[in-house]
């Protein structure tokens, strides 16, 4: 059995840093390089990597204690392990301590020895104690796969940033592909070589970045067969990912994870966080002074994290804000005090209805337009047909006219039923014709879609209708059932009312409102008449439709309606 003390690293001079947290405990099988506690300066707080892959046998250290450079963290057994440690045991032989791991100016040491056998490349400077050199890196853009510009569209660190390595530099955009360059080494943001926008390619510059301690990635990314000249100069040019050029395995530098990298203004060096969850936290665009740590001294996790994207997301008032409507949040009152009152849940369809059409309202600008079809030869017609219904078990209500003459409608005017892909930029046109019906149920609006209503006749679209909406009031839809629509009739006719302006159900950019038919006096050029009088509305999205669009479609689908040889005809 092989035993390795793991002791703390070089930790950036820091004295009496705090252990926040254990990473892992006895029994524990642990990786090369994998976090074994998290240590916490008055300046930063930062994992501490395994130097040796190997189960872990005692633990030398518990939170709360102060520790420096040196001191022992855990023992390992390495001997399951000897083939991952086998670099780990040279480093070892060139060690006087056969027990202690080496530290960072140790491992610093020894590649310095390894890179001296195989020419004279290192200079007296390197030599000093590793702590006490501070060097100057250029972060440059790596290979990112393509000899063309890409765009730096976000710059993720400001001056007087302390990063740890790993972390986000830049984001770099080309016409294919976002990526972040991340930081071969921890150290301070010195100076901002670029500016958001620019155009780079692989080898431009990014940051200049302040190294403590002469880094080992900084060494590591020396070009090879680099002169004595070169390694003595302090201002390294470093292109990452730069650990791959790293021999392994080797102890890394301690994660630092560091000051403010959220924003300029942002106090987050104050809190206890680890730079993974600092990174989780930029990604999500979070603030991580609004997190509740539930860590060891409030130390933010990962889980708190999640949690808090989670609740916001949740929040009302977080979704009208995503949206971009900027609507203040409307105050609950106690009604109570006015009267008695009675709370009810409202039912789960009730609340998705609510959502989307708070969705759809803040995001779609309405217009509605409005006209009534001539039914009276079409209801003569119905009428007639009343024999015919009762014979077949069937009942024919204007429904299934009106989704077939939509269906017709939408065909000759495709637009009707698009709707918008890529932000705007583009629009998908259907070549089916799938239209949902709103159905009013006592759980709530539910939406079932009749498939290819263009190619099925009135008598089948009547059955479906009258399946669709039994099954919607007695909860048995499928899902499958729901979906596809292109464009929706939201019929109030057999309810009343002389017009609305129902909600376009988007992503569809088109509805229509049906009330209810009634008997209406029409000057035909010479007299009134009796005539039975259909009010419809069409709302429609006017990013997609426009007046002329829209007034097309109605009266052509007046027409059908109006006149039911047209009807016959499709
Ligand atoms: N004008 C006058 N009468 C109408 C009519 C209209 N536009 N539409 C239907 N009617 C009549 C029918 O002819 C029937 O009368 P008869 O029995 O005398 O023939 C009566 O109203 C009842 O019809 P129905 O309810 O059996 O069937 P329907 O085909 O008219 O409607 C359905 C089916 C599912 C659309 C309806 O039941 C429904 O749920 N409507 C509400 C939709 C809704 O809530 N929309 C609002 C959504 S929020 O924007």
Same mark, same amino acid.
């Given at each position: 059995?092989?035993?390795?003390?793991?002791?703390?690293?070089?930790?950036?001079?820091?004295?009496?840093?705090?252990?926040? &947290?254990?990473?892992?405990?006895?029994?524990? =099988?642990?990786?090369?390089?994998?976090?074994?506690?998290?240590?916490?300066? $008055?300046?930063?707080?930062?994992?501490?990597?395994?130097?040796?892959?190997?189960?872990? !046998?005692?633990?030398?250290?518990?939170?709360?204690?102060?520790?420096?450079?040196?001191?022992?963290?855990?023992?390992?057994?390495? /001997?399951?392990?000897?083939?991952?440690?086998?670099? =780990?045991?040279?480093?070892?032989?060139?060690?006087?301590?056969?027990?202690?791991?080496? #530290?960072?100016?140790?491992?610093?040491?020894?590649?310095? !020895?390894?890179?001296?056998?195989?020419?004279?490349?290192?200079?007296?400077?390197?030599?000093?104690? =590793?702590? %006490?050199?501070?060097?100057?890196?250029?972060?440059?853009?790596?290979?990112?796969? #393509?000899?063309?510009?890409?765009?730096?569209?976000?710059?993720?660190? /400001?001056?007087?940033?302390?990063?740890?390595?790993?972390?986000?530099?830049?984001?770099?955009?080309?016409?294919?592909?976002?990526?972040?360059?991340?930081?071969?080494? =921890?150290?301070?943001?010195? &100076?901002?070589?670029?500016?958001?926008?620019?155009?780079?390619?692989?080898?431009?510059?990014?940051?200049?970045?302040?190294?403590?301690?002469?880094?080992?990635?900084?060494? +590591?990314?020396?070009?090879?067969?680099?002169?004595?000249?070169?390694? #003595?100069?302090?201002?390294?040019? #470093?292109?990452?990912?730069?650990?791959?050029?790293?021999? +392994?395995?080797?102890?890394?530098?301690?994660?630092?994870?560091?000051?403010?990298?959220?924003?300029?203004?942002?106090?987050?060096? $104050?809190?206890?966080?680890?730079?993974?969850?600092?990174?989780?936290?930029?990604?999500?665009?979070?603030?991580?002074?609004?997190?509740?740590?539930?860590?060891?001294?409030?130390?933010?996790?990962?889980?708190?994290?999640?949690?808090? !994207?989670?609740?916001?997301?949740?929040?009302? +008032?977080?979704?009208?804000?995503?949206?971009?409507?900027?609507?203040?949040?409307?105050?609950?009152?106690?009604?109570?005090?006015?009267?008695?009152?009675?709370?009810? &849940?409202?039912?789960?369809?009730?609340?998705?209805?609510?959502?989307?059409?708070?969705? /759809?309202?803040?995001?779609?600008?309405?217009?509605?337009?409005?006209?009534?079809?001539?039914?009276?030869?079409?209801?003569?017609?119905?009428?007639?047909?009343?024999?015919?219904? &009762?014979?077949?078990?069937?009942?024919?209500?204007?429904?299934?006219?009106?989704?077939?003459?939509?269906?017709?409608?939408?065909?000759?005017?495709?637009?009707?039923?698009?709707?918008?892909?890529?932000?705007?930029?583009?629009?998908?046109?259907?070549?089916?014709?799938?239209?949902?019906?709103?159905?009013?149920?006592?759980?709530?609006?539910?939406?079932?879609?009749?498939?290819?209503? $263009?190619?099925?006749?009135?008598?089948?679209?009547?059955?479906?209708?009258?399946?669709?909406?039994?099954?919607?009031?007695?909860?048995?839809?499928?899902?499958?059932?729901?979906?596809?629509?292109?464009?929706?009739? /939201?019929?109030?006719?057999?309810?009343?009312?002389?017009?609305?302006?129902?909600?376009?159900?988007?992503?569809?950019?088109?509805?229509?409102?049906?009330?209810?038919?009634?008997?209406?006096?029409?000057?035909?050029?010479?007299?009134?008449?009796?005539?039975?009088?259909?009010?419809?509305?069409?709302?429609?999205?006017?990013?997609?439709?426009?007046?002329?669009?829209?007034?097309?479609?109605?009266?052509?689908?007046?027409?059908?309606?109006?006149?039911?040889? %047209?009807?016959?005809?499709?």
């Amino acid at each position: 059995m092989t035993h390795q003390t793991i002791v703390v690293p070089d930790i950036g001079g820091a004295e009496g840093a705090e252990v926040v &947290e254990l990473l892992v405990a006895v029994g524990d =099988a642990i990786e090369l390089e994998q976090s074994l506690i998290v240590l916490e300066s $008055d300046k930063a707080s930062m994992e501490i990597p395994a130097s040796h892959a190997g189960v872990v !046998v005692e633990l030398k250290m518990a939170v709360g204690d102060q520790l420096s450079e040196g001191d022992a963290i855990l023992v390992l057994d390495t /001997s399951a392990a000897d083939g991952d440690n086998a670099e =780990a045991s040279h480093e070892e032989a060139l060690s006087t301590d056969q027990s202690a791991v080496s #530290t960072d100016a140790d491992l610093a040491s020894v590649q310095r !020895v390894d890179e001296g056998s195989q020419g004279a490349a290192v200079s007296v400077d390197l030599e000093a104690s =590793a702590d %006490q050199v501070v060097s100057e890196q250029i972060v440059e853009v790596p290979d990112i796969g #393509t000899d063309g510009d890409v765009e730096v569209v976000e710059l993720c660190v /400001s001056v007087g940033d302390m990063i740890g390595e790993g972390d986000s530099v830049v984001v770099l955009e080309s016409d294919k592909a976002s990526m972040e360059v991340p930081s071969p080494a =921890a150290g301070e943001v010195l &100076e901002l070589l670029i500016a958001e926008g620019a155009s780079v390619t692989q080898g431009a510059a990014l940051i200049k970045l302040s190294v403590a301690g002469g880094s080992l990635p900084a060494m +590591a990314a020396t070009p090879a067969g680099a002169t004595a000249a070169d390694s #003595t100069d302090t201002t390294v040019k #470093t292109s990452p990912p730069v650990a791959e050029a790293n021999p +392994a395995p080797q102890v890394s530098a301690p994660k630092v994870s560091a000051q403010p990298s959220l924003s300029a203004s942002d106090e987050a060096s $104050d809190l206890y966080v680890g730079p993974a969850v600092r990174k989780l936290a930029r990604e999500f665009g979070v603030d991580l002074k609004a997190v509740k740590g539930s860590g060891p001294k409030g130390r933010i996790v990962k889980e708190d994290l999640q949690a808090y !994207v989670s609740q916001r997301l949740a929040d009302p +008032a977080t979704r009208a804000v995503s949206v971009g409507s900027g609507i203040p949040e409307v105050a609950e009152i106690d009604f109570s005090k006015f009267g008695p009152v009675r709370h009810e &849940e409202r039912s789960r369809i009730d609340k998705v209805t609510a959502t989307n059409m708070s969705k /759809s309202w803040l995001n779609v600008p309405h217009v509605t337009q409005f006209d009534d079809a001539d039914i009276t030869d079409l209801e003569a017609f119905r009428s007639s047909l009343k024999a015919e219904a &009762e014979q077949r078990g069937s009942k024919l209500s204007p429904v299934p006219f009106i989704i077939k003459a939509v269906a017709i409608a939408l065909n000759a005017n495709p637009k009707l039923k698009s709707s918008l892909a890529e932000q705007g930029d583009m629009l998908v046109y259907k070549d089916y014709c799938h239209i949902g019906m709103a159905v009013d149920t006592p759980n709530g609006l539910v939406v079932p879609v009749i498939r290819d209503a $263009d190619k099925k006749s009135i008598w089948a679209l009547s059955d479906e209708i009258r399946e669709l909406a039994a099954k919607a009031k007695d909860k048995k839809l499928k899902p499958d059932e729901m979906q596809g629509a292109v464009f929706t009739v /939201s019929s109030l006719g057999n309810i009343g009312g002389r017009g609305f302006t129902p909600i376009v159900n988007t992503p569809e950019v088109g509805i229509l409102g049906v009330s209810k038919a009634s008997t209406q006096p029409v000057w035909d050029g010479s007299a009134f008449q009796p005539r039975t009088l259909l009010p419809v509305s069409l709302s429609y999205d006017h990013r997609v439709v426009n007046g002329g669009d829209a007034g097309r479609f109605l009266t052509y689908l007046v027409t059908l309606l109006s006149d039911i040889r %047209q009807l016959a005809l499709n």
